[in-house]
Structure formats: C-alpha cells, structure tokens
C-alpha cells in the first residue's frame, strides 16, 4: 500500500513570494491533516478536511494561508505572501475517517523563507 | 484546551539499556487516546504505540510499553534493549473524537543512544 505522498520536499523562496505545497493521502482515507512543525517544537494542526469539507481550521492564518481538497482526494496547501515565520517542515497526514484515530504522516515538505 | 507537556528535551542511553521517556497532559475530556510517535532525522513520523483512555491496561509493541497513570495524567514510554535505530525525537500526542482526532503534540524529545 502506498504511503501519504508529498511534494515538493524542499523549498527555499524569499519573503513575500507565494509557494504551494501537495499532499496525495493514502487510497480511501477520508481524512486529511495539515500540521506544520517548526524547528524544535512538535507539529501544530493547520486544518483538516473530511473528503472536500473543511472540518477545523481555526489555527490557519487565513490572511496568507489557503488550503483545498478538491474532489476529496489530494490537497494543496498555500502561503501568499510568505513571511520569515512560515519557515517550518509541513506535514500532511491522512486517516480512514474522522471516528479512525490512527493517522499515516507523508515524509512532509520543508519551507525555508529568507 | 488541552496541553501535552514533554519536560525532556534530550535524553541519552546506551545500547541495550533500557530508557524513559515523560508525559504528561491536561484535558477535561473522559474518552481520549495517546500516542508515541517517533520522527528520524528523514522527519517521516512513525507511530510507535497508542493508549486508549478507557483501556486500563499499559500498551505494549515489542521492546516499547506505556505507563499509562490516567488520574495524574501521566503517560510515559518505556524502551527496552535500546537499539541505534531507536535515535530520534519522540513526540507525546493526544487526541479525541471532539476534535475530529486531530492531534495535539509535546514539543518532543531527543533520544540519543550511544554505543
């Protein structure tokens, strides 16, 4: 079975320049996480879908942060403009459904903002 | 809200030997599980074990075991015959159905195992 799928692993961009991040969740997961993890602290939830519906995404700062799942199946993730802060490891994960506690985690995508 | 404290920020052991990791959390909720998930230095987080609150009994995977203290609230790992693959940060995390089991994370520890 192939794992959460995450592209690209690296990016280096300058501030104020726009980036998009995808995810490709395990075949017939339902559930679909972004954290983001920054250097030295543990992941901290960005949002989270159920198939194409936003479930909780009041830790996303909306004025820069977009995010889609069209079609319930891949995501992408956005920051325009990106700031120094946004530097930080995102990490997509994806479950069975939101009653499956059990999450699969992608190799995650790491964002440097200079 | 709840918080997931990981009050060691490196610990070290010597192969074979066996090492503690600490946890430990604050929610109001009944109905929760924990987790210990392991992330090498490639970052792929890795599930080691899960505890789900109303079990009493200490989850166990192998050379890993929980000590599950569910009034102190109190969930520690265990490893036993620490091997050098074990070398990583462990990240404590919880969650509930409430929160559609997304997870809330410690700020994790690094384990070091010396030969």
């Known amino acids: 079975e192939a794992g959460v799928a995450q592209s690209p692993r690296y990016k280096i961009i300058e501030k104020r320049q726009s980036v998009a991040f995808w995810c490709n969740p395990i075949?017939?997961?339902?559930?679909l996480y972004w954290y983001q993890q920054i250097l030295g602290q543990g992941p901290k939830l960005l949002i989270q879908?159920?198939?194409?519906?936003?479930?909780?995404d009041s830790q996303l700062p909306k004025d820069r942060f977009s995010a889609e799942r069209l079609k319930g199946v891949d995501s992408t993730l956005k920051i325009q403009p990106a700031k120094l802060e946004d530097s930080a490891v995102y990490l997509c994960?994806?479950?069975?459904?939101?009653?499956?506690?059990?999450?699969?985690f992608g190799p995650g995508t790491r964002l440097t903002v200079t | 809200a709840q918080t997931v404290t990981q009050s060691q920020p490196e610990m070290s052991v010597q192969e074979a030997e066996t090492v503690t990791l600490s946890c430990t959390y604050d929610?109001?909720?009944?109905?929760?599980?924990l987790f210990w998930y392991k992330q090498p230095p490639s970052r792929q987080m890795i599930l080691v074990i899960r505890?789900?609150?109303?079990?009493?009994q200490n989850a166990t995977e192998n050379r890993f075991s929980v000590n599950f203290q569910k009034a102190a609230k109190s969930f520690s790992l265990k490893i036993s015959d620490s091997q050098l693959g074990d070398a990583a940060m462990y990240f404590c995390?919880?969650?509930?159905?409430?929160?559609?089991?997304?997870?809330?994370f410690g700020k994790g520890t690094s384990l070091l195992v010396t030969p």
């Open positions: 994960a994806s479950s069975l459904a939101t009653d499956a506690y059990e999450q699969y």
């Open positions: 929610t109001s909720e009944s109905d929760y599980y």
């Open positions: 505890q789900e609150a109303y079990k009493q």
């Open positions: 075949s017939g997961h339902a559930t």
């Open positions: 995390a919880y969650s509930h159905r409430g929160s559609g089991y997304a997870l809330n």
């Open positions: 879908f159920q198939n194409n519906g936003v479930v909780d």
